[in-house]
């Protein structure tokens, strides 16, 4: 993994296929590429598999362009629907059994980091809310408890999409799914207060329909987790076929949930607070100056 796996060897380049070329002349890797370039670079995932209009394929498509370094970073996945745009892109991805991804991504960030020493490799774990707070649950939180240093993306569509419609952990009390007729009896879980209770160094919910806001929790969440800690993001990325929503109406059904109960929240270290100001020069966490004493 380094920006060197990318580029062809030495005259093999006229024998790729153009997509591949296009890649690598075009695409992002070793760029600071962002959501505002959409349209004057290539891509890392292009083309996928997902149903017409789906918000999670969106937000999945505006995390690769978020990636701080795409060039050296692998996504860890599970069985649902992302996993089937995630695995369409130019960045590599490790697919295992139904929700082991933060088991699998804790041995493969330390991995890493035994062989890579101080170069970072981010590992970034997209997987859904069944995934992730149902069958994975243990594994998401026991990840957390140990300061895994990977960040975890809950893609929550609120359902078992890729399933037909089985309500998660994450379904809100009351809702009536294909498969839960009778309506869920329990209230949606809160992760995210898990998450902070259990470690977690930046923890924030976002909704695809702010490409900007997207791009920046991924960013900082990544560079938290290379050297501070786990970090979660929680990201409303509906179902338009389980919630019968209309194709045009996804973006609008996006902000009114958002408006509704899925605000945009952001908890943050000190210490990430320190870092990204130390390290990457983010202005707003530099320490403010002290104020002034006048005399009397
Ligand atoms: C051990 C195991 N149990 C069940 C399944 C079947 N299965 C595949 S995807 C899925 C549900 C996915 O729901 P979620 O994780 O919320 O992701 P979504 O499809 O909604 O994005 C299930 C139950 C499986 N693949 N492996
Ligand atoms: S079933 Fe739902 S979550 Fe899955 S691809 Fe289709 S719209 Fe997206």
């Given amino acids: 993994m380094s920006l060197d796996y990318v580029k062809f060897t030495p005259g093999f380049g006229k024998f790729m296929p153009k997509e591949y070329r296009d890649m690598v002349e075009h695409g992002p890797f ?5 959501v505002s370039q959409v349209g004057t670079f290539k891509e890392i995932m292009e083309e996928h598999p997902m149903c ?5 394929t969106l937000f999945i498509r505006l995390a ?3 990636f701080p370094n795409p060039e050296d ?4 996945g599970t069985a649902g629907c992302g996993r089937l745009a995630i695995s369409q892109a130019a960045v590599p991805f490790v697919y295992g059994n139904y929700g082991d991804q933060n088991g699998v991504a ?4 330390r991995g ?15 997987a859904g809310d069944g995934g992730m707070a149902d069958i994975g649950f243990a594994q998401t939180l026991h990840s957390w408890f140990r300061k895994e240093k990977f960040t975890t993306i809950m893609l929550d569509n609120e359902v078992y999409g890729n399933t037909g419609g089985q309500e998660s952990g994450m379904t809100n009390k009351g809702q009536v799914l294909k498969m839960a007729p009778l309506g869920k009896k329990f209230e949606k879980m809160d992760m995210l207060g898990m998450a902070k209770v259990a470690g977690c160094a930046y923890v924030a919910t976002v909704v695809p329909n702010n490409p900007r806001r ?5 960013k900082k969440a990544i560079l938290i ?3 501070v800690g786990p970090t979660y993001i929680q990201a409303y990325t509906s179902c338009n076929i389980e919630y019968a929503i209309p194709t045009d109406q996804v973006l609008q059904d996006c902000k009114d949930v958002e408006n509704d109960r899925y605000a945009f929240t952001e908890y943050i270290s000190d210490e990430a607070k320190e870092h990204l100001a130390g390290l990457y020069g983010y202005k707003e966490y530099l320490p403010k100056p002290a104020a002034a004493v006048t005399k009397g």
């Fill in 225 to 227: 987790a290379r050297e």
């Fill in 30 to 34: 070793g760029k600071k590429t962002t």
């Fill in 73 to 76: 970073t692998i996504t860890v």
């Fill in 64 to 66: 690769f362009i978020a």
């Fill in 112 to 126: 890493l980091r035994l062989r890579f020493g101080d170069k970072p490799k981010d590992v970034v774990v997209m």
């Fill in 106 to 109: 804790s041995g493969l960030s």
């Fill in 214 to 218: 997207v791009e920046s929790v991924i």
């Fill in 52 to 56: 017409a209009g789906c918000a999670m």
